[in-house]
């Protein structure tokens, strides 16, 4: 007999992550299956990223069509999906730029860097302005950029000179960046840190300073874009275009891409080898991305996720219960929070009630769910939440 997925998993990763709960074998809609056969709502959508939810015949055919077509070209040479999709964001966006595909999020983070750095260097600007508890990555560039003590002061020090602002505090941004700072990195609403949204002004404050300065104001829309908040971007609520901005998660549906944006200067700083990746731009999961924003525009999902959103965000804020302190966020980009440090409590009840949230700070469980979540689904969650906490509570 073999040994269930979850033990062969201890034995053949690196313990980075520890071991998750549950192995998840199949999805459809917003529902997935355990490798035992039961069903859960998935309220996390592997990390905002499963924008479609699961098995959606849209994304489905469109990355087995493209694998059975032409799955890889390299930079080497150009492909019609990576074409359609960087036209198809820059029409999304309010301003002409330019587009670098990358794979992952980080990898988004680290094109955006390069061009601040190059920026910089050009310019005799040295240094860089970040959030505490923002989050930008793991790959080194991106991680020298991440406010979070714990995961990063250990590989440190870093190479680049990071100076880090208490998120939200438009008085200590305006401290903190001068004309020697190269680029400012933020979050619209700090995703890892618990969905933390910023006071109203401070992306119009965060906007004037950097033009006052020169500074690029680099936003990192790897968690909040493509739909996540009721818009394509979230920086659209704030109605100010950044320099640079980076695109991942949901963008690929549950295919690896990322993107980086440049606006001016930032869109044409590289020249001719300053950077690149073997599979950036992959047909297959640029493929996957054109049908998620094609569905997204098809299916209304922007009012979908703004109208559900909502009624989640009320539904949980009309809940009294001790260990509820609130919510915030915005669009199907939720934090419940809590009065205790119980999110590992409140995750496991829910799984065993048979949704998926996630522990994302010790008194704050992110609610994420796909784009496709319908108003029953969402009020079932509801339904089940107060025996959820008091579980939770016990
Ligand atoms: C997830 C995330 C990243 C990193 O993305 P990866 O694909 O895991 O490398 C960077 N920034 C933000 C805001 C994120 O939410």
Redo the contacts with the bound molecule.
């Keep these: 007999m073999t040994a269930p997925l979850r033990e062969r998993f201890e034995a053949a990763f690196m313990p980075n992550y520890g071991v998750p709960p549950v192995a998840l074998a199949r999805g459809e809609g917003c529902h997935v299956w355990d490798e035992d056969g039961n069903r859960y709502l998935d309220l996390i959508a592997g990390?905002a990223v499963s924008s479609l939810g699961h098995a959606h015949p849209a994304l489905a055919e469109a990355v087995s069509k493209q694998a059975a077509t032409l799955a890889h070209t390299s930079n080497l040479f150009v492909n019609e999906p990576e074409v359609l999709l960087a036209e198809r964001l820059l029409g999304l966006l309010s301003a002409p730029g330019r587009v670098f595909m990358a794979n992952?999020?980080?990898?988004a983070?680290e094109c955006a860097l390069k061009i601040a750095l190059k920026y910089g260097k050009a310019n005799g600007r040295t240094y860089f302005v970040a959030a505490e508890n923002g989050?930008?990555?793991?790959t080194l560039g991106?991680l020298s950029l991440t406010g979070k003590a714990s995961i990063r002061d250990q590989f440190g020090p870093f190479p680049i000179d990071v100076r880090f602002v208490p998120y939200g505090d438009a008085d200590a941004l305006k401290q903190a960046v001068t004309d020697d700072c190269a680029a400012v990195f933020l979050?619209p609403t700090q995703?890892?840190a618990g969905v933390v949204p910023p006071p109203a002004g401070y992306f119009t404050a965060a906007r004037e300073i950097c033009d006052a300065t020169g500074a690029l104001l680099v936003l990192?829309e790897?968690?909040s874009a493509i739909g996540r908040t009721g818009h394509w971007f979230a920086h659209q609520h704030d109605g100010i275009l950044p320099d640079v901005l980076?695109l991942?998660?949901g963008l690929g549906g549950g295919m690896p891409i990322?993107a980086c944006v440049g606006f001016g200067d930032a869109a044409t700083i590289f020249a001719k080898g300053d950077h690149g990746s073997t599979f950036g731009g992959n047909p297959v999961s640029a493929a996957a991305a054109l049908a998620v924003l094609g569905t997204i525009e098809s299916e209304g999902l922007l009012a979908h996720v703004r109208a559900v959103g909502v009624r989640l965000a009320e539904g949980i804020a009309a809940i009294r219960h001790p260990l509820l302190s609130g919510v915030r966020g915005r669009g199907l980009w939720l934090a419940a929070v809590l009065t205790e440090p119980r999110s590992v409590e409140v995750q496991d009840a829910a799984r065993r009630a048979g949704f998926l949230v996630n522990a994302v700070q010790p008194d704050a469980v992110r609610i994420a769910p796909p784009l496709i979540i319908t108003s029953e689904q969402a009020e079932s969650f509801l339904a089940a939440l107060p025996a959820i906490l008091q579980e939770a509570a016990a």
């Excluded at 992952?104 to 990898?107: F, I, K, L, N, V």
């Excluded at 989050?135 to 793991?138: A, E, N, P, V």
């Design positions: 990390i992952s999020g980080t990898e983070n989050f930008h990555g793991r991106a979050e995703g890892e990192d790897i968690q980076t991942a998660k990322g």
